[in-house]
């Protein structure tokens, strides 16, 4: 890989950017802090009106920070905001940041320290929910606008800034409101700040997040169960004819066999794949950590490969016959199983989903009547090894944290990034600064003050460097 | 076989007996009646005076019909009612009659044509709770020796008639009872009068019944469920390592693959085949009737031979991983199933659950932790083809039924059976005189009084020719 070396081509007023990022970093904390106050717990009908509130502070926050518009817009559940900065001019190119104002539940309060909604500083953490997912990384933007706009009176990027109130929900919404929207959304790249890093001093850059799918199989043997003395021996018992489909899904090196299944799925380049291996967490250490008694996933391959560059099906729950106390002496005339892939590359969810219900229905093929149900589900994203975004974004880092960042993946799936790539039509960079400690979804959620600045620094280099990236030709952002 | 012909050799007073009992049958009918109106539900907490009143009218009842000795013996549950018939002296043979004075619940009143303890007669049916079973046959048994008293002065064997108040609630103090009272059950010879026949006019008898056992496996591949995305390709799949397991119990020809399952399973004579083959049903309706899609059981062996003569291994639960509504992408840690298997020949259920059980343990090692917990389970009881008793059951069924009886098995389990005949130490023969459509533990269970009259005189007949089998050497018997 190429890269060109930004680094040495030291921007100008680079120490006051600094400065003044150090200097208003209480600032920001303090305005973090009464936003998280707010507790916009999006699945809660009761907090409605606390959530409609979060989104009014945001406006503010945006307009703040220097966007020339903000406003709340109305949708069918809670409001999005959408704050734009525009001072880059109509020449220069534009940005869209995803980021999202809604907050999972606190859950039980007496597991946190102190109160989930008061933004309480401890040492280099300020815990809160909310703090780390994601209203922390809204403020690390703002904060990165701001002190440019500041210290040069314009941006070097026209940005615009997607705030959503339903991503702890699934964001129901979102889709409808980017079409009718298609305007405000316009941008040569999508930037999403929802993924993390490998730990505070381990900068690193998710290059690719897997789409995922689902189905779900019912395989009907009987009319009814029957009773297994009358009846064993003649009828063909649904619990072991789901079995036997559901064993023949992998081949004996772990390879699912689903026809089809791995038509739209490439090899990593030599390079892309050598950059993957070196990034990788321990692999012994991850399978201790959740107790594994074995491994899962396709023979041959490392367990890094495995699990974030290679598709996947896993039988989610699956349940049969007589499950209570003791025993009953039926024959189960139904088998239910869930089935969620993992997908990489060009894998269409739909398809796939297809695929996998149309060969479970040629398994069940005159041994039970076999209905399939498919799932919703998402592409996965990669940004390309060759994307000219890289470079900017391994600078950014290498910026803000004072060392170069690795080239890491995520194995699950942010749905709202393939959606996004898609209606805006621009490439995705996940410029994530989560840390993977951070309880999210959990009590003690808290986000690294540290990492605050450090994460606002590397934002300000990101936007200084990203013109001249963007500048080549719009096909090879495609 | 060679079989001697009892029929040629005319019983002295048989027109007799016939016109005694069916002089006597509305008594008979009347005191089954006044026994149906007691409510002895076994299971119902609220009934257990009932249950004891019944228990002591059965006393009375058998007193009435001749017995020497007969007692209410109190258990731990309900209790157990003897009654005694040893007017052929010390010098005769004797057997032991099982039968219950217990009833199910009689379920949905207003699915009743009558009121469920009413015993009301409706041509040639009477309706009512316990008709069928089992307060019908013990008053078959009752006349019957009644019969023979009156119009011989004595009878041919020794009867001691065991009487039980929890056989629908699976007999929980039966076996401890009977330890206790051995020299009271001592007998050459266990008739059970509690399996079916064909049709009133296609008399049979049950030459086997199967035996039972059951297990259940765990298995845990995680400590806890992970997210399909962070950890799917890295993690086994509890639900995938079971299905891969119970899939294979069996090979493609439906044979139980499980090390030792067929080492005490024996190929049945080769006239013994032909006669279970020519006494079979239509395989094609026994499927239809419950919407059979496939058939299961051994490939080339018959369905009937597969359901009344050769063991089976069935999954009658599996659950696993996430069973609600829609999806939930995680990687099940723990997989659980409940497997039943029935047995034939002289398959013990402890050690066959341990055989399977140490199967699975087998299959999952290295992949996962496997707990086996074993279940209970009751050997399979057959009445040996060469039986001396045999001939006699089969004239019997001639002399009431006037038609040749043809030799099925049934492929349900009796525990009760097994315990009897181990516990007597003496072969078991079913004497069953039930139809397969009498709605027994459903509405409307109701008794044929043709059946109950024929019964009778089959019974009558049975007794007056079975000590010309049993005085052959014991061992015969064994």
Not at 209 to 232: A, C, I, M, Q, W
Not at 281 to 294: F, H
Not at 355 to 367: D, E, F, K, N, P
Request: charged content about 20%; hydrophobic content about 45%; glycine content about 10%.
């Amino acid at each position: 890989m190429t890269m060109t070396d930004f680094s040495t081509t030291k921007p100008t007023k680079a120490e006051e950017l600094r400065q003044w990022i150090s200097a208003h970093r209480d600032d920001y904390l303090d305005a973090l802090r009464q936003l998280v106050a707010i507790e916009s717990v999006s699945v809660d009908p009761q907090r409605a009106t606390e959530v409609r509130r979060c989104a009014q502070r945001v406006r503010d926050a945006l307009f703040d920070a220097g966007a020339e518009f903000a406003e709340v817009f109305e949708t069918e559940g809670h409001p999005v905001v959408v704050g734009r900065f525009l001072q880059a001019g109509p020449s220069a190119p534009t940005a869209l940041v995803y980021l999202h104002y809604d907050v999972q539940p606190e859950g039980p309060c007496e597991q946190w320290s102190s109160p989930a909604f008061a933004g309480v500083i401890d040492g280099d953490a300020m815990v809160g929910r909310g703090t780390a997912d994601d209203k922390g990384p809204l403020f690390m933007h703002l904060g990165a606008l701001r002190a440019l706009i500041e210290c040069s009176g314009t941006l070097p990027v026209n940005v615009s800034v997607i705030v959503d109130g339903e991503e702890e929900v699934g964001s129901p919404s979102l889709r409808s409101w980017l079409e009718e929207h298609a305007d405000m959304v316009a941008a040569d790249l999508v930037v999403i700040s929802d993924t993390s890093m490998l730990g505070l001093d381990e900068p690193s850059i998710v290059l690719g997040t897997r789409g995922n799918t689902s189905l779900e199989v019912e395989v009907r043997t009987l009319d009814h169960d029957v009773h297994s003395g009358k009846y064993g021996g003649a009828a063909a018992n649904a619990a072991l004819v789901l079995s036997r489909m559901l064993a023949s899904l992998h081949d004996a090196d772990g390879a699912v066999t689903v026809p089809g299944f791995y038509d739209e799925v490439t090899e990593m380049p030599a390079e892309a794949r050598t950059a993957l291996m070196a990034a990788a967490p321990d692999a012994q250490r991850w399978l201790t950590g959740i107790g594994a008694r074995s491994e899962g996933g396709e023979v041959g391959r490392a367990l890094v490969e495995r699990v974030w560059a290679r598709p996947t099906l896993e039988v989610v729950g699956v349940w049969a016959g007589y499950t209570g106390e003791g025993m009953k002496t039926i024959i189960p005339a139904v088998a239910t199983a869930k089935i969620s892939c993992r997908l990489v590359d060009d894998q269409d969810p739909v398809e796939i989903a297809r695929r996998v219900g149309a060969h479970l229905q040629a398994l069940g093929s005159g041994q039970a009547d076999v209905v399939v149900r498919l799932g919703r589900g998402g592409r996965a994203v990669t940004t390309a090894w060759t994307s000219p975004v890289l470079p900017v974004a391994m600078d950014a880092y290498r910026y803000g944290y004072g060392k170069d960042p690795v080239l890491i993946r995520e194995g699950g799936t942010i749905p709202i990034a393939a959606t996004l790539g898609e209606i805006v039509g621009a490439e995705v960079l996940f410029l994530g600064f989560g840390l993977h400690d951070q309880n999210e979804h959990a009590p003690n959620e808290w986000l690294s003050i540290t990492n605050f600045e450090r994460a606002t620094n590397a934002i300000v280099r990101f936007w200084q460097l990203l013109p001249a990236a963007l500048t080549q030709p719009r096909e090879v952002l495609a």
